[in-house]
């Protein structure tokens, strides 16, 4: 079936340095996706999001790359703080049937201070 | 949490007793979800609504129930209750439509004995 799942479940970045975390999918009709933010004990928090027609999307201290050649998202975290410790979720929805979405497993994000 | 409760937040019950637990919103959102999250998996959706009295079911949706009568109101049912379904439980909320990010509730943890 179709899925969409991230490279590495765990990730240690120093703080104040810049953090990426992936995500591959597979569904091409994918045309929006998302990335969300889990902290311990609490519910996922929605970060930023990207539509399909987009190949880059900047917020605050974070930014969002879509590679659609090779089905790939990834975020960016700049000047991490220690507050960007939780772990990582993308999701994807195709706009048939856009109402569900379909998550990874999720990358823990470690910050060292 | 984007104006979600859910209740209880943490339940403890035992094999075949029946569960409810309810989400409440105050968005007005037209979309609710209920996702259980276990360790290794993504989370995984049980059933959603799209309205009142109009529910779906997800990709893991066996053993539950749901229903919507009030805008506001999603209560998810275990009829009777396996320890596989000892979880946490997330709902969610959406406007709907294309290009809508969930919003997500702080969660419920549930254990069966």
């Known amino acids: 079936g179709e899925s969409v799942g991230l490279h590495l479940p765990t990730l240690s970045v120093q703080e104040g340095d810049n953090s990426i975390i992936n995500c591959a999918y597979s569904?091409?009709?994918?045309?929006?996706f998302i990335w969300y933010k889990q902290e311990s004990g609490k519910g996922p928090q929605f970060i930023i999001d990207?539509?399909?027609?987009?190949d880059k999307r900047q917020g605050q201290r974070v930014t969002v790359l879509l590679n659609k050649t090779v089905k790939h998202l990834s975020l960016q975290i700049a000047a991490t703080q220690p507050g960007d410790s939780a772990v990582y979720f993308c999701?994807?929805?195709?706009?048939?049937?856009?109402?569900?979405?379909?998550f990874g497993t999720g990358t823990r994000l470690t910050i060292i201070p | 949490d984007a104006g979600i409760t859910q209740s209880p937040r943490h339940k403890v019950t035992e094999t075949g007793t029946p569960v409810t637990l309810r989400c409440h919103q105050t968005?007005?959102?037209?979309?609710m979800y209920w996702y259980r999250q276990d360790p290794g998996h993504g989370l995984r959706l049980i059933h959603y609504?799209?309205?009142?009295?109009?529910?779906d079911k997800g990709e893991v949706s066996d053993g539950y129930s749901v229903s919507r009568s009030k805008t506001e109101d999603f209560l998810l049912t275990l009829e009777s209750a396996t320890s596989s379904q000892t979880s946490v439980y997330f709902c969610?909320?959406?406007?709907?439509?294309?290009?809508?990010?969930?919003?997500f509730g702080p969660g419920t943890r549930l254990t069966v004995l």
């Open positions: 969610a909320i959406s406007r709907g439509g294309s290009y809508n990010e969930q919003f």
């Open positions: 569904n091409s009709a994918s045309d929006y």
């Open positions: 990207i539509r399909s027609n987009m």
């Open positions: 999701a994807d929805a195709s706009n048939f049937g856009n109402e569900k979405l379909t």
């Open positions: 968005e007005n959102h037209r979309y």
């Open positions: 609504s799209y309205g009142v009295k109009d529910t």
